[in-house]
């Protein structure tokens, strides 16, 4: 057996580093290699106290999981509680990484992709492809940090924390995505997101 399943009410978070490659290009690798290491050392905390678990490293980016391989008690909201940590830790401790965090819930597919040489366990479906484009436009916004209004009605009391701002089209996709900060941000956000 492959371990591939379907699994309800996952949430992932995707957090990218911005800056990165002109970073690479002007910093002493050594140097380079030592921020994302710190970068990194941040995200993985705040995801292990939420409960979730780092999925993947892609360069200077990271795919977190909530609620795969193993069940967990409000998925979405563990998610979302770990998004507002990073947001602030990073801005307390790495205030020159420019970082973008997206937030999505929803049915997933999990399991062993690729080939008997080289298997990787990984998520793939919709709320994968929708964090990815919600830290695009989360690079855009006060405090860096986005979900998707189908995690945040999703959750429990996490919910409380995040206002509901104004819906988009995401990049690549059809139909508008309801977008929402976390509380603490929302007041600093001049305009409605994704606007």
Not at 105 to 134: C, F, H, K, M, S
Request: net charge negative.
């Amino acid at each position: 057996m492959d371990g591939t399943a379907l699994y309800e009410a996952v949430a992932v978070l995707f957090i990218d580093l911005g800056g990165s490659t002109t970073m690479a290009a002007r910093r002493p690798p050594e140097e380079v290699v030592a921020v994302l290491n710190r970068f990194f050392g941040v995200v993985v905390e705040c995801v292990e106290q939420a409960g979730g678990w780092i999925n993947k490293f892609e360069g200077d980016a990271a795919l977190a999981v909530f609620g795969a391989p193993l069940d967990l008690d409000d998925a979405p909201g563990a998610a979302l509680s770990a998004a507002r940590c990073l947001g602030a830790r990073l801005a307390e401790e790495m205030p020159e990484a420019e970082a973008g965090i997206g937030v999505s819930a929803g049915d997933a597919v999990a399991g062993n992709i690729g080939d008997p040489r080289r298997y990787e366990y990984t998520v793939i479906g919709d709320p994968v492809n929708e964090a990815a484009r919600l830290t695009e436009l989360a690079k855009s916004v006060p405090g860096m940090v986005v979900a998707s209004a189908r995690a945040v009605d999703a959750a429990g009391a996490e919910a409380a924390r995040w206002r509901a701002g104004e819906s988009v089209t995401l990049r690549g996709r059809d139909e508008p995505t309801g977008v929402c900060v976390p509380a603490e941000h929302a007041q600093d956000t001049a305009a409605p997101v994704g606007s």
